[in-house]
């Protein structure tokens, strides 16, 4: 049986690399045809302020955005593999949004400060720095400070400087504060360090604003290169359930057990293994399509940072029953609301961070919390200027805090009550019993 085990998994990695090859080979060759203003986008890309939301397509093109975004990648996969970190659901979550936000927001210039800060902190704390790793793969959301301070019209000579350290002191003191968010939500927000970001980034950005350094927010989106990445995800998204399909023996056997699972702190590798995993982030990842053209936006860069957030989040805690109702939820309220959108896809990709609450206490509230997410998170990106990657994720973990002792009032009343009918019932029975006894 091991044998067998050890020679499927075998093929089902050369599988993974025979597929992985040629989306590689399309993205290879994006670049090859942009080559000639690849070094120019890429240096666009590294000099930019970054700030919400300056879509890389737009200012570095596709060949240099692609660079960019595998850059980052095998920048993080060489970190994995050099601490030896497992591959778990937390690290499959963290690979994806990364590379999502590489399409917007994230370079490796303004994301080596914040790492610099991570190791600083486990050398200071005498700890291993694979066991906060994934944490700081997650606190390059606030990348754009770095940018900002570096980069910016307003900047000065000592700019890189203090970008520099600023990066540093982000990295160092992210840890501890993630530890201490999570009591907020309870974990019922994904997306922690975007909440741990935005108190953070909100600080910050309160200090620089006090020192005069004017943030100058972005909206750059580009709408020429929906095409070339509709294709390119389908792809992904195929390759995912095929790998998964042949792990898990050639079937979608305990999907049905992953979809009633309700996703609070659920690790799907480690429950479900990998086959399941990848299935279920490849349909999430077409289910993300589909409610994209349904609504009808366009594929560009921050949107695609949410598409790839939500299949990589799939291996841990996000399946289409407990995102659906998240989904449906910002959707009602961008319709009864004056949203683009634009908005109002970027809003409902990232809100299903909130994915646990739906989970855990059923669709009714998972759309509510969907409809509050809307209408926070359109009006709380003023508190960090643009400056956090995971607004959503700070909107969630606000919604979520707040939603749950809401959330508990009436289900514990509605035990409550159920208890009290068990109870009645039961002494009903006891009283009849014994009356029949007596006769």
């Not at 659901?89 to 936000?101: M, S």
């Not at 399909?245 to 429950?271: A, R, T, W």
Request: proline share 3%; net charge positive; aromatic share 14%.
């Amino acid at each position: 049986m091991d044998e067998f085990s050890c020679g499927r998994l075998k093929k089902a990695k050369n599988l993974t690399l025979i597929f992985t090859f040629v989306i590689l080979s399309i993205f290879i060759y994006f670049v090859i045809i942009d080559k000639a203003n690849i070094i120019i986008g890429l240096t666009n890309i590294v000099t930019s302020p970054s700030t919400l939301i300056t879509d890389f397509l737009v200012i570095g093109g596709l060949g240099a955005t692609f660079l960019n975004a595998f850059s980052l990648f095998i920048f993080n996969f060489i970190l994995v593999k050099t601490f030896k970190v497992k591959i778990n659901g937390l690290i499959l979550a963290a690979f994806f949004t990364i590379f999502g936000f590489s399409f917007f927001g994230k370079n490796i210039f303004n994301v080596l400060p914040i790492y610099l800060g991570g190791i600083m902190y486990s050398k200071f704390e005498h700890l291993n720095f694979k066991t906060i790793l994934p944490t700081i793969m997650f606190t390059s959301a606030l990348a754009p400070f770095i940018s900002a301070m570096a980069f910016s019209s307003n900047s000065s000579e000592e700019g890189y400087l203090l970008a520099m350290i600023l990066g540093i002191i982000i990295g160092f003191i992210a840890t501890p504060l993630a530890k201490k968010m999570i009591l907020f939500h309870e974990g019922f927000n994904l997306y922690n360090l975007g909440f741990t970001g935005g108190l953070l980034g909100a600080i910050i950005t309160s200090i620089l604003k006090a020192y005069n350094f004017k943030i100058e927010p972005q909206k750059l989106i580009s709408t020429k290169y929906h095409l070339v990445l509709l294709v390119t995800c389908s792809m992904v998204f195929l390759l995912l359930i095929s790998v998964g399909f042949y792990i898990n023996k050639n079937s979608f056997n305990g999907y049905k057990k992953l979809l009633k699972c309700s996703g609070l702190k659920s690790d799907f590798v480690e429950k479900y293994g990998y086959g399941l995993s990848f299935i279920n982030m490849g349909i999430n990842g077409f289910l993300s399509i589909i409610f994209i053209l349904l609504v009808g936006e366009t594929l560009n860069g921050p949107i695609l940072a949410g598409i790839l957030t939500i299949v990589g989040f799939s291996a841990f805690g996000k399946h289409p029953l407990n995102i659906i109702p998240i989904l449906f939820g910002v959707w009602l309220a961008g319709i009864t609301i004056e949203v683009d959108k634009f908005v109002l896809v970027l809003s409902a990709l990232f809100g299903t961070a909130m994915a646990p609450i739906s989970g855990v206490y059923g669709p009714i509230w998972g759309v509510i919390a969907g409809w509050l997410h809307m209408s926070v998170v359109i009006n709380i990106g003023v508190l960090h200027g643009g400056l956090n990657l995971y607004n959503n994720g700070f909107s969630a973990g606000i919604v979520a805090g707040i939603l749950l002792p809401v959330i508990r009032t009436f289900t514990d009343r509605k035990n409550k009550f159920k208890d009290q009918y068990f109870l009645k019932r039961q002494e009903l029975y006891k009283n009849l019993y014994s009356k029949n006894k007596s006769d």
